[in-house]
């Protein structure tokens, strides 16, 4: 009889521990519903919006909300994201706003409703006396973040609608990158603090590299994450022969051939979309343009390449400061793509030159704006759009 209960014993312990692992797996799975960098930025999140709750309100439990615990949501969001003035706690010492960006905001509120949702915790509903649910979703958070984002448009700080960049804008561009008789003018891209040569060879490998990374995310519909993070076997070149496409195994394979006279295309690859999370990515295939070659991916990338050299791996857009031999030298190596606020600040700085209010863009245009030319232009209609990207 002993050993039969132990065999029962034994055989619930498993039992148990199977459903144990069962459920973490579960949990595995929930959180690769999103990437792990956002996974990490949400636990970072809630954990200091418990420090800050613990140290404002003792011995309020955030897993037993209550009707207050919408506004303590919306009090931390306002000392992170918000201007006011003149707040002071309860002992009467001031507090002060950080004033950080709206999408700081958003994010904040992302991360703590995601962790009610992560304990069962759904809308934010009255149940007599009682409040349940997620307060994260209540109308006092919803409505607070509602005031706040028309407050920063009003100072400019977020814009109520990004501004698309147009096909006239790329072209306005690609003439101040590359038409040589305004090549002193290009130079303004870059700080001064080296010699006049070594600046000018600088502002023409930057100018091939940004280009490339206009044309690709317009055309492809790129968010700046997904541009920046390209690689550079993400991109291979391709021509025709014979009715069949063939990788082109070396770019000096071309010689002097005049463009013109070849049939190639860009085959862009990508690790990772924001639209397709679970794999299935389509390569995007890119014609060479001889009607509009400000519009052309296939010389964007041949000029940015002839840059690059001899180079098979790395990130395609990288940060570099000055050049040795006419190679650049990079910022962390191949290895580290150019910070987004870097790609956004040369952006918006080249956008100033071509005479457009740069804080009504932001590298979301791009891919608006390729949308709105597809649309327009190529007079797709929303399925094809939505489908390439």
Not at 159 to 171: I, K, Q, V, W, Y
Not at 189 to 218: I, K, N, W
Request: aromatic share 10%; proline share 3%; charged share 25%.
């Amino acid at each position: 009889m002993e050993e039969t209960h132990d065999e029962n014993c034994d055989e619930t312990d498993m039992r148990r521990n199977a459903l144990h692992e069962t459920l973490n797996a579960i949990m595995i799975g929930v959180d690769g519903a999103r990437t792990k960098g956002t996974n990490q930025t949400y636990k970072a999140t809630w954990k200091k919006f418990l420090g800050w709750l613990a140290d404002a309100v003792p011995g309020h439990d955030p897993m037993i909300p209550d009707k207050n615990t919408p506004k303590y949501i919306a009090a931390y969001i306002m000392l992170q994201c918000d201007d006011i003035v003149g707040l002071k706690d309860t002992a009467g010492s001031e507090l002060s706003c950080r004033n950080l960006s709206y999408s700081v905001a958003n994010l904040i509120r992302s991360a703590i409703s995601y962790q009610y949702r992560k304990e069962g915790f759904s809308t934010w509903t009255a149940y007599g006396n009682k409040w349940i649910g997620n307060p994260a979703l209540s109308t006092i958070v919803t409505d607070y973040l509602a005031g706040l984002r028309r407050k920063k448009a009003r100072n400019g700080d977020v814009a109520a609608s990004m501004r698309s960049l147009t096909c006239f804008d790329l072209e306005c561009i690609y003439d101040l990158f590359f038409n040589p008789s305004r090549r002193t003018e290009r130079m303004n891209l870059l700080v001064e603090g080296v010699t006049q040569e070594r600046r000018q060879q600088l502002t023409d490998h930057l100018c091939a590299e940004l280009y490339f990374g206009y044309v690709v995310s317009f055309l492809c519909l790129l968010r700046s994450d997904e541009t920046l993070n390209i690689e550079i076997p993400h991109c291979r070149l391709q021509i025709n022969r014979d009715g069949k496409w063939q990788y082109l195994k070396e770019i000096a394979a071309l010689g002097n051939v005049q463009l013109e006279s070849l049939k190639l295309r860009l085959e862009l690859k990508l690790p990772f979309r924001k639209t397709a999370q679970e794999g299935g990515i389509q390569p995007f295939y890119l014609p060479i343009d001889h009607d509009e070659p400000h519009l052309c991916a296939v010389r964007a990338y041949l000029r940015w390449r002839l840059f690059l050299r001899e180079r098979s791996s790395g990130k395609m857009f990288r940060n570099y400061t000055e050049i040795d031999a006419g190679i650049p030298a990079f910022h962390g190596g191949d290895s580290v793509a150019m910070p987004s606020d870097r790609y956004l600040e040369l952006f918006r700085s080249v956008l100033l030159d071509i005479g457009l209010e740069a804080h009504l863009y932001g590298t979301h245009s791009f891919r608006r704006g390729g949308a709105q030319y597809f649309l327009s232009e190529r007079r797709w209609d929303l399925t094809m759009i939505c489908n390439w990207g």
